[in-house]
């Protein structure tokens, strides 16, 4: 096998996603909403992983009937944060070889000379950023950001913040316009 770790990386999401999938999480809303602020940030590490972002997006969709939507944010923002400098350090650390063997993949070869490296740059945090900000896969916008070798933790968990907040912010926003 080429990437062992990267497609062990990958089945152990498609794994998460069919085991959490088809359960019902009502128990898992209602005790996190009687948490209160940490249950939030508890929603906030979930809101960052792909297999549980549907069942935290839900949660934060309630959220705004019992809680402060701003503070909700940041502090659910905070716990999205934790989730992805673990996913980056992870794989800044972990998974180097095999982004180094992929980067030197002939389709990836000819794309990179088609066009500028700052274009790439740019798509690549773009696309990453979106994946980021969304309740999608974030653990891929992360392993593009983790790519990118200039992109320090620090510079990465600015940016993860500040798309992480406004994400749930928008979802936040959409959960105080539905009547309670």
Known sequence: MKYPKLSLFILSFIVAYF???YRSFAA??????LLGYFGTFVTGILYAYGFTAPSATAILLILPAHQNIVFAGLVAGLGALLSDLIIFLFI???FTDEIERLSKEKFLQRIARNSSTTIQRYVLMTLAGFLIASPLPTEI??????SLKNTSPKQFAVMAYLLHITGIFIVLFFGSRIPS
């Not at 898992?28 to 909403?33: C, E, R, S």
């Not at 916008?141 to 983790?146: E, F, P, S």
């Open 28 to 33: 898992v809303h209602n005790t996190l909403i």
């Open 141 to 146: 916008g992360v392993t593009l950001m983790a």
């Open 19 to 21: 085991i959490f999938s």
């Open 92 to 94: 800044r650390h972990s």
